[in-house]
C-alpha cells in the first residue's frame, strides 16, 4: 500500500512528528513548510495538525511536479528545478 493510499484511509490528524516520519525529514523542516505555506495545517494554540486527505492530495501534486520538472529536464526544456505550489489559508 502506497503513502497516499495509506494517508486517504487514515481518518485521525497527523501530528509534526507523525509526518516529519512519514517523509523522511526534520520535525523543524515540516515546520518550516506549514510557515511557508507549502503544507496546510490546523492550529489550535501551540498544536499543530494535518489532515491526512489534504496532505495526501499535497504529495500527489507535489510528486506530478517533481515527475513533470524532471521529463522537462530530461527532454532539454529547462526547468532544471522543482516546481512547488504552495497552498494557501483563508484567514478570514
Known amino acids: 500500500m502506497s503513502m497516499i ?4 484511509g487514515r481518518i485521525v490528524p497527523l501530528n509534526v512528528r507523525e509526518v516529519a ?3 523522511g525529514v526534520a520535525e523543524s523542516t515540516v515546520q518550516r513548510w506549514v510557515r511557508n505555506r507549502e503544507l496546510l495545517a ?3 494554540a501551540d498544536t499543530i495538525r494535518f489532515d ?3 496532505l495526501a492530495d499535497r504529495l500527489e501534486r507535489f510528486s506530478i511536479s517533481t515527475v513533470e ?3 522537462r529536464t530530461e527532454n532539454g526544456q529547462g526547468g532544471g528545478g522543482l516546481v512547488l505550489v504552495s497552498n494557501t489559508v483563508d484567514e478570514g
Open 52 to 54: 491526512p486527505g489534504v
Open 5 to 8: 493510499e495509506q494517508l486517504r
Open 69 to 71: 520538472t524532471q521529463e
Open 21 to 23: 516520519d512519514l517523509l
Open 42 to 44: 490546523i492550529r489550535v
